[in-house]
């Protein structure tokens, strides 16, 4: 008795099926991509020039099935007394695929930052992304990517240690982080991700030695540059009151308001040979960077504020430009009034005919060296607080900290405030060295000393002399 035969198409599939997977044929999951995460425009320069990676994948899969399949169908019905019919069924399939596939690609390398505010804000966060975009140019074959505008009005969920985990799952194997208060998150992240590397700028983990050994710390020792900005504001000043624009208080922006003083008492009393009780300086504390309305202080009141006041000159500490804005309206309103912005190199241009100058960041040198490094494998923890270049501390190329002078400084000034660099430069003048104190009369220098790295980035007061409060 025999079955008749009618499927043999499934064995066809069944076969063409084991063919497919004996070719290694998982299709590939799609790539996904977080929204969160951006990817910096192309870098245009490059110094060096990297070859091709080639990889040739060859996959020879031979299958050859044979399948012979005899079924004997017998049915047997009542209305039918005998019936007999008997199918052979007979497949044979022969199947070889050759596959030969040539891939040329270059890897990337990967770097990446978080930003606490805006890659464009004029200030310190577009240094930073400006400074990480040099590393571009200068690493062929590398890949910059960021998140900015990590912060509680902007991403009010978002953690640190979060947005580093988006920009790994991109790829990267280097982060930096750029804000003072993002030491916590950095550590986290670190410890969560040993073989990927980080430098926490502005901040002391290593110093303090808490930080786990795949983190740096970097930050350029801008109180040179705010010396800078306090003389140029006490040479050009009418009226012998500067106001300081702060963001929030903190070691470091407590000792970078000292050093604006610092800078402008030296030029007010011994460069133009006024009395010390003739100069007002008075600084105002927003309570963050920038301004977070509802959070902070609107810097625009408070800079309204100062010029009320009769301050005609403006200080910033913060990272958007309110200062020299605010300065701007007021001159043409009928007032003379003169800021001096910080963190980005451009700033004046927001306002030539009232800056006086800027103090900046240029992070790209420092950046370039320690992630170049990273990528040979020679990556060591460190704490870097780092001077300008003294032989030329505009230099784009080896200068973190520089001071870019303004329209406004008028020419005999200039020439002044070049004698005041010129004595920084060669130690023959040292605004560290004592007698100093503190607000509450407390010594921060004795007399006869100097103050050593640690006393200055402690500092836990303003100095004597300095308007406005030291702890929040």
Not at 221 to 246: D, F, V
Not at 258 to 286: M, Q, R
Not at 442 to 466: C, E, H, R
Request: proline share 6%; glycine share 8%.
């Amino acid at each position: 008795m025999t079955r008749v035969f009618k499927h043999w198409p499934a064995l066809l599939i069944v076969a063409l099926g084991t063919l497919l997977a004996a070719c290694g044929g998982t299709p590939a999951r799609p790539p996904t991509t977080a929204p969160v995460v951006s990817t910096a425009p192309a870098a245009t320069k490059a110094t060096e020039s990297t070859p091709a990676a080639t990889a040739v994948l060859t996959s020879t899969a031979v299958l050859t099935p044979t399948a012979a399949a005899t079924v004997v169908l017998v049915p047997t019905s009542v209305l039918t007394p005998t019936a007999v019919l008997t199918t052979t069924a007979t497949l044979t399939t022969t199947a070889t695929l050759t596959t030969t596939a040539t891939l040329t690609t270059t890897a990337a390398y990967v770097f990446g930052m978080v930003l606490v505010g805006p890659i464009n804000d004029g200030g310190w966060s577009q240094a930073q992304y400006e400074g990480m975009k040099y590393v571009e140019a200068h690493i062929p074959g590398s890949k910059f990517i960021y998140i900015d505008k990590v912060n509680p009005a902007d991403r009010p969920n978002t953690k640190v240690e979060q947005a580093v985990d988006e920009l790994i799952t991109q790829g990267a194997k280097f982060v930096v982080t750029n804000s003072a208060e993002f030491g916590d998150g950095t550590s986290i992240a670190a410890k969560a991700n040993p073989n990927v590397y980080f430098v926490h700028a502005s901040g002391d983990a290593v110093l303090a030695g808490k930080a786990p050994a795949n983190v740096s710390n970097i930050m350029g020792r801008m109180e040179y540059g705010k010396m800078m900005a306090g003389c140029a504001a006490a040479l050009q000043t009418s009226t012998g009151k500067i106001s300081y624009l702060g963001p929030l208080i903190d070691p470091e922006t407590r000792r970078l308001v000292n050093a604006a003083y610092l800078g402008a008492k030296h030029c007010w009393t011994e460069v133009l040979g006024k009395p010390a009780d003739k100069l007002s300086f008075k600084v105002t504390w927003i309570g963050n960077w920038f301004n977070i309305p509802g959070v902070t202080l609107d810097p625009t009141i408070v800079a309204n504020d100062f010029i009320n006041g009769g301050s005609d000159v403006i200080l910033s500490g913060i990272d958007t430009t309110e200062a020299i804005v605010e300065a701007s309206k007021a001159t043409k309103a009928g007032k003379k009034i003169y800021a001096i912005p910080y963190d980005f190199k451009s700033a004046c241009e927001q306002a030539p005919e009232v800056c006086l100058g800027v103090p900046y960041f240029n992070w790209g040198p420092t950046y370039l060296k320690v992630i170049a490094d990273a990528k040979a494998g020679t990556f060591t923890q460190s704490w870097n607080w780092i001077a300008p270049d003294w032989t030329n501390i505009n230099n784009p190329d080896t200068s973190i900290v520089g001071f870019e002078k303004g329209a406004a400084l008028s020419t005999e000034n200039q020439a002044k405030l070049d004698d005041f660099i010129k004595k920084l430069a060669d130690g023959s003048l040292n605004l560290y060295a004592g007698p100093l104190s503190y607000q509450d009369g407390t010594p921060f220098v004795a007399a006869g000393a100097t103050a050593d790295d640690k006393t200055i980035w402690y500092t836990t007061q303003l100095l004597k002399g300095v308007e406005g409060q030291s702890a929040p």
